[in-house]
Each structure stands twice: as structure tokens, then as C-alpha cells.
């Protein structure tokens, strides 16, 4: 069946540097790619998402790059801060249909004082 | 407005024993669906609904069952539970454009 992958599982950074999480998708017709905080004991809430018509958005601090081609979409956190620290999701569509998400497993981010 | 709210937050069930999990949403999404999150497995959908009177199977739908009478609504139904179904269940509202608005959360606890 179709699945996202997501890696690293954890990731510990220190405040300031930059974090970077990956994600492959297996379905070719996946256009639709959010990103999910969750903050412990908190519900996944969306921080930002890109279509695939689109190469790479940007919200401030936050980022991500979408590679169709190779089925691979990536979050970029610069200046990292202690509040950025939760898991993170990756999703992908199923196809065009952009409310049904497949969910990778997550990445913990822990952000160093 | 209140978003998607879900109850109970917390419930202890013995094997064999049925619940049903409520949602209700004041966002006026077409769009709910109910998603299961376990350690390592990220959320898996279970079921989903674009509207009232439809409603489809996700990921993981064995041992579920849904409704939507309303707009507003959109209860899972365990009908007879098992120790495999322990986990934290989020419902969720969506616009078109993608986003979903998740629920608070309710933990589950199968014994």
C-alpha cells in the first residue's frame, strides 16, 4: 500500500542551529504535502504545507522543498528555539485528494538550551 | 467558536465492551475523519466522511464504525473492543484546501 517514510526519529539540535527532516512518499500522485507539530500531550496542528505544483515555500523560520521527481519533501527549521521542540509530521494525499493524509511515524526534536 | 471538541478525553475499557467516541465540530467543515496514533506508527486513519450521509474507510477501519447524520457530528463507534484498539483516537474537521483542525484527543485504554 502506500506509505511515508520519515527520518530521522529523533533529532537533537542546540538553540540557534538549524534542523532539517525528511520524507519520502511512494504515490505518484500524492500533490499535497503538510507539516504537523505536536507538542507533548498537545493535538497536531499544522505549521505549513506546499502543493506540487510549487518547488519550496517559506514562513519565516520555517521552509520545505518538495523534489517530485524523487518523491522526497523536506522541513527546514532555522534559528531553532526551545519552543520548537514537539514531533513533527510529514504527510502526503492520498492522490488528488487532499483531506485523506497518509502520516509518517514522526520525528522528535528536542532543542538544546 | 469552540473548534472540534471530543469526549470523553479518557476512558478505560474492558475487553468486549462497546463505546462510542463523540465529535462534534462549529467550523461548518464538510470534511471530519477520526485518526488512531500509537508509538512509532504516526496517526493512521480509521474513517472519514466529505459530508452528511457519506462516509468511507481509511487505513484501519476493522472494528469501527461511523455515521454522519449532521454536518456537525461524527461519532466512532467500537462495537466490541479489544486490548489492540488501546491507543489515542483524534478527530478532525478539514477545509478544502487540505488543513485539518484535530480534536483535543481522546486516550483509550483496553483491558
Known amino acids: 500500500g502506500e506509505n511515508v517514510e520519515q527520518h530521522p526519529s529523533t533529532l537533537s539540535v542546540q538553540e540557534g542551529d538549524s534542523a532539517v527532516i525528511k520524507c519520502t512518499y511512494s504515490d505518484s500522485a500524492s500533490n499535497y504535502f503538510p507539516w504537523y507539530k505536536q507538542e507533548l500531550g498537545k493535538r497536531p496542528q499544522l505549521i505549513i504545507d506546499?502543493?506540487?505544483?510549487?518547488g519550496e515555500k517559506k514562513d519565516q523560520r520555517i521552509a520545505v522543498t518538495l523534489n517530485k521527481t524523487a518523491k522526497h519533501f523536506s522541513l527546514h527549521i532555522t534559528e531553532t528555539q526551545p519552543e520548537d521542540s514537539a514531533v513533527y509530521f510529514c504527510a502526503a494525499s492520498r492522490g488528488g485528494a487532499t483531506n485523506k493524509l497518509i502520516f509518517g511515524t514522526g520525528t522528535l526534536l528536542a532543542v538544546q538550551p | 467558536n469552540a473548534g472540534v471538541t471530543q469526549t470523553p478525553k479518557f476512558q478505560v475499557l474492558k475487553t468486549g465492551q462497546s463505546m462510542t467516541l463523540q465529535c462534534a465540530q462549529d467550523?461548518?467543515?464538510?470534511?471530519m475523519s477520526w485518526y488512531r496514533q500509537d508509538p512509532g506508527m504516526g496517526l493512521r486513519l480509521i474513517h472519514y466522511?466529505?459530508?452528511?450521509?457519506?462516509?468511507d474507510q481509511g487505513e484501519v477501519p476493522n472494528g469501527y464504525n461511523v455515521s454522519r447524520s449532521t454536518t456537525e457530528d461524527f461519532p466512532l463507534r467500537l462495537l466490541s473492543a479489544a486490548p489492540s484498539q488501546t491507543s489515542v483516537y483524534f478527530c478532525?474537521?478539514?477545509?478544502?484546501?487540505?488543513?485539518?483542525?484535530f480534536g483535543e484527543g481522546s486516550r483509550l485504554t483496553v483491558l
Open positions: 467550523m461548518n467543515h464538510e470534511y
Open positions: 506546499i502543493r506540487s505544483n510549487v
Open positions: 466522511s466529505v459530508g452528511a450521509g457519506i462516509t
Open positions: 478532525a474537521g478539514g477545509r478544502a484546501s487540505g488543513e485539518l483542525f
